[in-house]
């Protein structure tokens, strides 16, 4: 067991090495720092970054912007999604505006946002609204799911419709919701940051990649995106864990 | 007695019943006895008013409570054994009396060391036992079993059928059960209707009573 833990550690450092090596290469082949910094450079604009205060407020900033976006999506894509996974009514009347919000760009909503909203509200809104259509759609999807046959035992035994609700269709649909949750969080960092970039609010790392595009400082540009992806991934690592302990799993 | 009069219905092009009569006898088993697809189920769902009909009356079902062992178990995965039968029982009694219906019928069924257990963990025939229990532990006045021990080996259909038996013992409920394994019915029931063709028709009831001899029955029924 513990040998076979060392190994796929040794692994997982050996792939990440390899494209690490790769990029270098390349960076190498190209040699102009403007086009691709290597990997070198990325690494010493990231530490640099590492001991500014202003950092850390940063993260701070976008990652509230960024949390605040998701959970009102998921608020609200659950809330809605039940009630239009049980009523084809309302499912009729919701479908045309989140295909709507499904299709549209990003920058035609971060636009008509930026003329509706304060700067650091921009990212909130675009991440909640580019976030929701994909809470709701799954969780309409395991309403939808739900076993007809222990639908119909519930019909038998006159269990009655809240407890229907509560029993029968949160837990089936529970397994659609995280999988949405999981998908639209990662979604939600995307977002964020493209609308932080054109709404630029003082704290946001979208300011800073912003900037590196306008100093022509790649290297910092890299070492932000870097910054994101770690994050990203990080909240992503959090969520499956409340998952986990949340108990029922499948 | 539940008496089901001139009773038709169809499923889109295919006419499963039409003008078909029966009547099951209060505290007794019934048992449908047939090949399968031939509409015992859809019978037994008509009296549970789960399938409607295109005509026909029902009589004897008012203000019925209904329990139901499904040809599969029906649980709720996300509950324990104990939680499952609570599920039906939460809006008839109160915290404390729920959990001595629950933890006697459990006992009867022999489960008592798997009440915590989710049902992914415990075998086919423990799933259907679990199901027989919480049938039995809802207050009922029919109870429908639809082949309730397929799929089970040998030893597992004789621990349901005893566990059956044993709760059956404790309040005679009127029962409609659906097999098409003869020994089963003779075992069981005590009327048997057997039932064939399309539309669905009782080719002949039997009255385990009048007969002295299972062997006799089983000769009946061989010959359908």
Same mark, same amino acid.
Not at chain 1, 189 to 210: D, H, M
Not at chain 2, 119 to 141: C, E, H, I, N
């Given at each position: 067991?513990?040998?076979?833990?060392?190994?796929?550690?040794?692994?997982?450092?050996? =792939?990440?090495?390899?494209?690490?090596?790769?990029?270098?290469?390349?960076?190498?082949?190209?040699?102009?720092?403007?086009?691709?910094?290597?990997?070198?450079?990325?690494?010493?604009?990231?530490?640099?970054?590492?001991?500014?205060?202003?950092? #850390?407020?940063?993260?701070? *900033?976008?990652?509230?912007?960024?949390?605040?976006?998701?959970?009102?999506?998921?608020?609200?894509?659950?809330?809605?999604?039940?009630?239009?996974?049980?009523?084809?009514?309302?499912?009729? &009347?919701?479908?045309?505006?989140?295909?709507?919000?499904?299709?549209?760009?990003?920058?035609?909503?971060?636009? =008509?946002?930026? /003329?509706?909203?304060?700067?650091? $509200?921009?990212?909130?809104? !675009?991440?909640?609204?580019?976030? *929701?259509?994909?809470?709701?759609?799954?969780?309409?999807?395991?309403?939808?799911?739900?076993?007809?046959?222990?639908?119909?035992?519930?019909?038998?035994? $006159?269990?009655?419709?809240?407890?229907?609700?509560?029993?029968?269709?949160? +837990?089936?649909?529970?397994?659609?919701?995280?999988?949405? /949750?999981?998908?639209?969080?990662?979604?939600?960092?995307?977002?964020?940051?493209?609308?932080?970039?054109?709404?630029?609010?003082?704290?946001?790392?979208?300011?800073?990649?912003?900037?590196?595009?306008?100093?022509?400082? =790649?290297?910092?540009?890299?070492?932000?995106?870097?910054?994101? !992806?770690?994050?990203?991934? /990080?909240?992503?690592? *959090?969520?499956?864990?409340?998952?986990?302990?949340?108990?029922?799993?499948? | /007695?539940?008496?089901?009069?001139?009773?038709?219905?169809?499923?889109?092009?295919?006419? &499963?019943?039409?003008?078909?009569?029966?009547?099951?006898?209060?505290?007794?088993?019934?048992?449908?006895?047939?090949?399968?697809?031939?509409?015992?189920?859809?019978?037994?769902?008509?009296?549970?008013?789960?399938?409607?009909?295109?005509?026909?009356?029902?009589?004897?079902?008012?203000?019925?409570?209904?329990?139901?062992?499904?040809?599969?178990?029906?649980?709720?995965?996300?509950?324990?054994?104990?939680?499952?039968?609570?599920?039906?029982?939460?809006?008839?009694?109160?915290?404390?009396?729920?959990?001595?219906?629950?933890?006697?019928?459990?006992?009867? !069924?022999?489960?008592?060391? #798997?009440?915590?257990?989710?049902?992914?963990? &415990?075998?086919?025939?423990?799933?259907?036992?679990?199901?027989?229990?919480?049938?039995?532990? +809802?207050?009922?006045?029919?109870?429908?079993?639809?082949?309730?021990?397929?799929?089970?080996?040998?030893?597992?259909?004789?621990?349901?059928?005893?566990?059956?038996?044993?709760?059956?013992?404790?309040?005679?409920?009127? !029962?409609?059960?659906?097999?098409?394994?003869?020994?089963?019915?003779?075992?069981?029931?005590?009327?048997? *209707?057997?039932?064939?063709?399309?539309?669905?028709?009782?080719?002949?009831?039997?009255?385990?009573?009048? #007969?002295?001899?299972?062997?006799?029955?089983?000769?009946?029924?061989?010959?359908?």
């Amino acid at each position: 067991m513990r040998v076979s833990t060392i190994q796929s550690k040794l692994k997982k450092i050996f =792939i990440i090495l390899f494209w690490i090596s790769i990029w270098g290469i390349i960076s190498l082949i190209i040699n102009r720092e403007i086009y691709l910094p290597s990997p070198y450079s990325t690494l010493k604009a990231l530490y640099k970054l590492l001991f500014l205060q202003e950092t #850390y407020t940063t993260i701070l *900033f976008s990652s509230y912007r960024t949390v605040f976006g998701f959970i009102l999506s998921c608020f609200l894509g659950i809330l809605f999604g039940y009630f239009c996974g049980i009523s084809r009514f309302l499912y009729d &009347l919701f479908n045309p505006l989140i295909n709507i919000m499904r299709t549209v760009p990003v920058m035609s909503i971060i636009i =008509i946002a930026l /003329m509706w909203f304060k700067d650091t $509200n921009v990212p909130i809104f !675009v991440a909640f609204l580019m976030c *929701f259509p994909i809470v709701w759609t799954n969780t309409v999807m395991g309403i939808k799911n739900a076993d007809t046959k222990l639908l119909e035992m519930c019909k038998l035994y $006159n269990i009655n419709k809240f407890r229907i609700i509560k029993s029968v269709y949160f +837990y089936s649909a529970l397994p659609y919701i995280k999988a949405g /949750m999981i998908s639209a969080l990662g979604i939600g960092w995307k977002v964020t940051s493209a609308a932080e970039v054109l709404s630029l609010p003082k704290y946001s790392i979208g300011r800073f990649l912003y900037d590196s595009k306008v100093y022509l400082e =790649i290297p910092d540009l890299f070492a932000w995106t870097i910054i994101i !992806v770690m994050l990203s991934f /990080m909240f992503e690592k *959090f969520l499956k864990t409340i998952f986990k302990l949340g108990g029922y799993d499948d | /007695m539940i008496e089901l009069k001139n009773i038709s219905k169809n499923f889109d092009d295919l006419q &499963l019943l039409k003008d078909f009569n029966i009547g099951f006898k209060k505290n007794e088993i019934s048992c449908l006895f047939g090949p399968s697809g031939v509409g015992k189920t859809t019978i037994a769902n008509i009296v549970a008013k789960l399938v409607s009909v295109e005509s026909g009356s029902i009589s004897g079902i008012e203000n019925s409570l209904y329990s139901y062992v499904f040809q599969e178990p029906r649980l709720l995965e996300w509950y324990s054994v104990y939680d499952n039968i609570d599920f039906v029982l939460k809006d008839l009694y109160d915290l404390k009396e729920r959990k001595k219906i629950i933890s006697s019928y459990i006992d009867m !069924v022999e489960l008592r060391e #798997y009440k915590d257990y989710k049902p992914k963990t &415990l075998s086919g025939g423990m799933a259907q036992r679990v199901s027989l229990a919480r049938a039995f532990a +809802y207050p009922s006045d029919i109870l429908i079993m639809d082949e309730p021990f397929k799929g089970l080996d040998m030893k597992l259909k004789q621990e349901m059928i005893l566990s059956f038996q044993k709760l059956w013992q404790e309040s005679n409920r009127t !029962v409609i059960f659906i097999t098409h394994d003869i020994d089963e019915a003779i075992l069981l029931s005590d009327t048997i *209707f057997i039932i064939k063709n399309r539309p669905a028709e009782i080719i002949k009831t039997i009255n385990k009573q009048t #007969y002295s001899n299972f062997d006799d029955i089983k000769k009946i029924l061989l010959t359908y």
